[in-house]
C-alpha cells in the first residue's frame, strides 16, 4: 500500500495500526521503505527514460525538452538555493497529491540532482510518516 501513488503513507499507516494491528515500530519501518522503493527508481530512471522519449517522439519531445529547459533556467537561482528545503517540506506533508512519488518527478523536473533528493525525500517521508502515525493513534482511540 505504501508504494502505490495515491495511498503511500497515508493509506498503508492507519491500515497497519487500526485493521492489521502491526506493532507500531514494524509498520512504521515497512511503511517508510516501502513508500521509498518508487522515488528510488524515479530518480535513478527518469535522466535516461526522458532521453529515451526525446530519441523516440519527434515534435512533441522538443516540445517538452523546450519546456523542461525553460521551467529549470526559471527555478535556477535563488529559488534553487531553496529546493531541498521545499522538498522535505513538499513530501513531509500529508496532503493529497504531495508525497514521494510527487517529490521525486519535481525534483526531476526542477533539475535537483537525485544524491541530494533522494535524502530529502527520505527526510519529507519520515515526517510524513510521524505526522500520519500520530493521526492514525488519535482517530484509533476515537473508535
Do not use: D
Not at 39 to 45: A, D, E, R, S, V
Amino acid at each position: 500500500m505504501a508504494m502505490t501513488p495515491f495511498g503511500e503513507l497515508r493509506l498503508s499507516l492507519p491500515v497497519s495500526l487500526l485493521l492489521y494491528h502491526l506493532p507500531l515500530e514494524q509498520a512504521f519501518v515497512i511503511s517508510v521503505l516501502g513508500n521509498m522503493i518508487p522515488p528510488t527508481i524515479i530518480l535513478i530512471f527518469a535522466a535516461q527514460f526522458h532521453k529515451w522519449i526525446h530519441k523516440k517522439s519527434g515534435f512533441f519531445a522538443k516540445k517538452w525538452v523546450n519546456y523542461l529547459a525553460q521551467v529549470q533556467n526559471k527555478f535556477s537561482g535563488k529559488y534553487q538555493k531553496y529546493g531541498l528545503v521545499a522538498l522535505v517540506i513538499f513530501v513531509g506533508v500529508p496532503f493529497p497529491m504531495t508525497g514521494a512519488y510527487s517529490g521525486a518527478v519535481a525534483a526531476f523536473i526542477f533539475g535537483l540532482p537525485a544524491k541530494y533528493s533522494w535524502p530529502c525525500i527520505f527526510i519529507g517521508v519520515v515526517i510524513s510518516g510521524v505526522i500520519t502515525t500520530l493521526v492514525s493513534l488519535g482517530l484509533g482511540r476515537l473508535f
